[in-house]
């Protein structure tokens, strides 16, 4: 942990002063990441989640995306070991060279199955599947028209294709509309969301946006990383549990690193673009096939989302008690997202400003409360990151809880009771500090 004072003075005592040398550059950068408080750091864990140990300490996580709670499941390691002795650890090479196995092929045949498309392409990560569809799809003087709550990936794969970016108001298929509408000129239009939202865990009106694509000649892309192995009768995800026909969605994006529990993404589709992507995706054809022991094992997830239907029932119960309780909060100010699925962000309002703390990074301090609200959890060993600006917009920061099919109900009380009392303290802290402004005045 080296502070980015330290950085200074480290290339200082390197004899490196020159103001345009990498260590000033950089050491300058790192300076104003920790001035805005936001500078970021990794937590090395031992031990699976839910029951991480960090520094020797023990932690119940509410913050990974392993749905299902499968990362840490023993079929998927005796799985992961059998693949590796059949195919190897590693692809060995990119897939159009040698490192395409019969482990990948399986796998993309199952995956087309389980979201209802003819066929789908296996990418290393979910971030390059969206560069690959992105960047195959559309070029310069072609538009992507985006949900204003799109994952990252996803707009930087729109910079990466050259494609002009526009947004339409988070999950308004009217909007969307309006604004495929006065795209009339655009070359092609690609019209992109997630299917369940990163941040915030509401879902997208897929038959909606599917209908605006279909009157503007419009395809639609559907990023479902969140909804996979989650929603649906059979985990098939967002387009199933809205009774969609997948055949509407022209790209549908799933990775394998949240639901499923390993790692890896994929693309899926009709036949012709799949091939497409074959042959034109970048970041399919220049990289390292993803390793096919990944792939074997990822069978006995999908086997597992197909025979365990109890997990997706017992995560609803989970979800249920999580909200039920957890409502209560918003008399202090806090307030849940409107959010069925797994990802439960719980909202610090703005009665938690600390009065003068506005402006550049602080947003009036609602960022300072989310980071000490995540504080008092971790000294009662809870694991939740706060979520602040920029990867949410300004004065909504956030606790993301997630939680999953490996959690108990105990677990989701004993959360419980450890943010009512946290966010009390704190609240009570404060109101001495501000001088007792009460938490309906200060929110109204
Ligand atoms: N899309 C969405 C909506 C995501 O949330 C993420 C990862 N958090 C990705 C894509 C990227 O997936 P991967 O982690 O496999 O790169």
């Not at 991480?52 to 390691?77: E, H, I, K, M, V």
């Not at 990936?153 to 308004?172: C, N, P």
């Not at 109101?431 to 929110?443: D, I, M, N, Q, Y």
Request: proline share 4%; with cysteine.
């Amino acid at each position: 942990m080296t502070a980015a004072s330290e950085y200074v003075v480290k290339s200082v005592m390197q004899g490196d002063t020159r103001k345009d040398s990498l260590e000033c550059v950089l050491a300058a950068r790192l300076a104003r990441q920790h001035a805005l408080q936001r500078y970021r750091r990794r937590h090395t864990t031992a031990g699976k989640g839910p029951h991480f140990l960090r520094q020797g300490q023990g932690y119940l996580t509410f913050c990974s995306n392993d749905y299902l709670g499968l990362a840490g499941d023993p079929r998927l390691a005796e799985a992961l070991a059998e693949g590796a002795r059949r195919f190897g650890t590693g692809g060995g090479a990119s897939h159009l060279v040698c490192g395409h196995s019969e482990a990948h092929e399986i796998l993309e045949a199952r995956l087309a199955a389980l979201t209802g498309q003819p066929r789908a392409l296996l990418f290393s990560s979910g971030y390059q599947a969206n560069l690959g569809v992105i960047s195959t799809l559309l070029g310069r003087g072609d538009v992507a028209l985006h949900d204003r709550l799109n994952h990252a990936s996803l707009l930087d794969a729109t910079r990466l294709a050259g494609a002009s970016l526009v947004r339409f108001a988070h999950r308004d298929a009217v909007d969307c509309g309006e604004r495929l509408s006065s795209l009339a000129t655009a070359r092609r239009t690609l019209v992109v969301t997630d299917g369940v939202f990163s941040m915030d865990g509401d879902v997208a009106d897929l038959p909606a946006l599917a209908a605006r694509c279909e009157r503007h000649r419009a395809w639609l892309m559907v990023d479902d990383a969140h909804g996979l192995g989650v929603l649906g009768t059979d985990g098939g995800g967002t387009w199933q549990a809205q009774s969609l026909e997948p055949g509407r969605i022209a790209a549908s994006v799933g990775t394998l690193g949240k639901a499923l529990g390993t790692q890896g993404a994929f693309v899926a589709g009709s036949e012709t673009l799949i091939e497409a992507l074959i042959q034109f995706a970048r970041p399919y054809i220049y990289t390292t096939s993803l390793s096919p022991a990944l792939a074997w094992a990822t069978l006995t997830s999908l086997d597992i989302v197909r025979d365990e239907p109890e997990r997706r029932a017992h995560l609803s119960t989970l979800i249920e008690r999580f909200r039920l309780q957890a409502a209560g909060l918003a008399e202090l100010d806090l307030h849940l997202a409107p959010s069925i699925t797994p990802i439960q962000p719980l909202i610090v309002g703005p009665s938690w400003s600390v009065p003068g703390s506005g402006g550049q990074g602080g947003q009036g301090g609602n960022e300072a409360a989310a980071l000490a609200l995540a504080a008092a959890l971790e000294r009662a060993a809870i694991w939740c990151s706060a979520i602040r600006p920029p990867t949410v917009p300004a004065g909504t920061s956030r606790l993301r809880f997630t939680l999953s099919a490996a959690h108990t109900l105990e677990e989701v009380d004993r959360l419980i009771g450890v943010l009512f009392d946290a966010a009390r303290r704190l609240r009570s802290a404060r109101e001495t500090l501000t001088g007792g402004t009460s938490t309906r005045e200060a929110s109204t």
